[in-house]
């Protein structure tokens, strides 16, 4: 009997211990770190396209992701969520924008949706009331929203404006509308004129339209902001993108002064997006910046160049191999002699900067392509881009593979560009417009971007245009071009890994994997799932960047 009983003592004396033990262990193992997230659907964009539960994180980086299981048995954190189930994505990134230009855009009178010129001249009478500078800068008209699609002319502006300047730039960015008392300021007359530009007339008279790099005639008359309203600007830009899920741009062509402004404010702790940047086509940053070499911080790349290859097609200033559809003896324009082109090839072909070229027409794309060619020769890890390869001849689509060329396209110039591009295309040749699938086919991978402020900043918009390729009332039923529609994986990867690779990033973000950066955000809807129409009205909840909450709704 006394030997029974402390058999049933010793027993419970041994469960007592090795539950204390466990007890200890647990607690001694679990590692400690900053914020775990658990209980979510996290689309970690890797490889395999994998889906996960859970990921810890510590210093900005994820250092475990995996099963709820796993991360809650293994880690505690100092800040725990509880994502009941909602949808993570890598943070998106925007592989095409400018953002520092939509920033300082703020101050402008917003012309973007106008139906009729009628009402871009109410819009301006109203801001003009209260325009923060002496010149009224508009910007975001488009003619061929309106009944009447013409170019408009100035002679309104002149009767209202007579003694203050008036610039209203197109939705590309690409054309504007300038009154006299601006023309008179910039010495423009019916006799002036402009390699890769048009100042138009109209019976022999100034219309006020100008085209290209006519537009930097008045340009360079206004007046730049101060320093301190752009850094404002700057905070007000990122918070937009934040709460849209944005937590990566790469600014399309700024000057060195504005990389100076947005280094100074990211080392502020002020500005938190991350940005790659490239430098504009100025020839005193070529052989300076070569010699300096790529800049990066945490926050901040500077490592490319961006080029204007031609215009617009909405403005008819993009190049044609043949005339326009809608404009006989017209092809468009080269913006610089080809032979500048190749003269900046020739400089960055031994360097680790990307050349970035806009080109939108069919000859644009096939000139800036060969003279591609001729510096790459052949297989290569470079990546040189072409900003939105938006008319490509079915004889050029190879160019891109063979020479690991990469189109930097954004989907919702299709769905912007659609109601008409054929008018200025022809049936024919618009098939080979806005290939995005024929496109990604050549390297198997390509970046996805918006351009705004030419098109809206709504990552959703263009998620919904590559896939769903319409507009938000469902025209054209069934898609416009669906034969170049892109799957759901690859848009997201579009716009999130494959727009880090675009930059040489893809190994420090762009997807949620150990050892990368903690960049995701927290969606109320499964874009890869869900009905297509809710894409548009999809929802962040939260933002983080490097593990650091930017953004909550």
């Known amino acids: ?25 647990s607690c001694k193992f679990r590692q400690k770190v900053p914020l775990i997230v658990h209980h979510a659907k996290i689309y970690t964009a890797d490889e395999a396209f994998s889906t996960a539960e859970a990921m810890a994180v510590r210093d900005g980086k994820i250092i475990a992701i995996g099963t709820n299981d796993k991360i809650l048995k293994e880690f505690e954190g100092e800040e725990e969520i509880n994502a009941e189930g909602k949808t993570i994505f890598p943070g998106f990134i925007d592989a095409h924008c400018h953002f520092t230009g939509y920033a300082t855009d703020l101050w402008k009178c917003n012309l973007t949706g106008t139906n009729s010129f009628d009402e871009v001249i109410s ?32 002679e309104k502006l002149d009767s209202l404006f007579p003694d203050r300047p008036v610039f209203l730039k197109r939705v590309d960015g690409h054309a504007a509308l300038a ?5 008179n300021l910039a010495n423009v007359t019916a006799a002036s004129t402009i390699e890769g530009g048009s100042i138009e007339l109209k019976n022999g008279r100034l219309s006020g339209i100008l085209v290209d790099n006519a537009m930097g005639l008045v340009e360079r008359v206004i007046p730049a902001i101060s320093d301190s309203l752009a850094k404002k600007y700057y905070n007000e830009a990122q918070n937009t993108c934040f709460a849209l899920g ?43 910046w070569i010699a300096k070499g790529i800049y990066k911080t945490d926050l901040l790349t500077v490592g490319g160049f961006k080029l204007y290859g031609d215009g617009a097609l909405g403005s008819r200033g993009a190049c044609l191999l043949q005339d326009y559809t809608d404009k006989a003896g017209w092809k468009g324009f080269l913006l610089s002699d080809p032979k500048h082109f190749k003269e900046i090839a020739a400089k960055l072909a031994n360097t680790k900067f990307q050349m970035c070229t806009h080109a939108i027409g069919d000859s644009g794309n096939r000139q800036i392509l060969t003279i591609y060619a001729e510096v790459l020769k052949g297989k290569n890890d470079k990546r040189w881009r072409i900003e939105h390869a938006q008319v490509v001849n079915a004889n050029d689509f190879d160019l891109f593979g063979k020479y690991n060329i990469i189109p930097s396209v954004q989907p919702t110039h299709a769905t912007s560009d659609m109601y008409w591009a054929d008018k200025r295309l022809g049936p024919e040749r618009v098939k080979n417009a806005y290939a995005y699938k024929k496109l990604l086919n050549e390297n198997g991978w390509m970046p996805l971007g918006t351009d705004f402020p030419v098109e809206d900043i709504s990552p959703f918009k263009t998620f919904f245009a590559a896939v769903a390729r319409q507009d938000s009332k469902d025209f054209p039923a069934g898609g416009f071009q669906m034969e170049n529609a892109l799957t759901r994986e690859e848009t997201l990867r579009g716009m999130t890994i494959w727009a880090a690779k675009a930059a040489f990033e893809e190994k420090e973000k762009g997807s949620l994997e150990e050892g990368k950066a903690a960049d995701f955000i927290i969606l109320d809807t499964d874009l890869i799932s869900c009905d297509i129409k809710k894409v548009l009205n999809a929802t962040v909840t939260k933002t983080y960047i490097n593990g650091k909450l930017v953004y909550k709704k």
């Open 123 to 154: 819009k301006l009478v109203t801001y003009s009331k209260t325009a923060p500078m002496e010149w009224l800068y508009g910007r975001g008209w488009d003619q061929n929203d309106w009944d009447v699609k013409e170019f408009p002319s100035k």
């Open 1 to 25: 009997m006394p030997l029974k009983k402390l058999t049933i003592s010793n027993l419970l004396l041994i469960t007592f211990y090795t539950f204390l033990l466990y007890t200890l262990s």
């Open 246 to 288: 944005l937590t990566g741009v790469h600014d399309c062509g700024i000057s060195e002064h504005t990389v100076e402004l947005v280094d100074a404010e990211q080392k502020a702790g002020h500005l938190k997006m991350k940005i790659y940047a490239m430098l504009s086509d100025n020839a005193a940053y070529y052989d300076k």
């Open 179 to 183: 009154n006299q008392k601006a023309l």
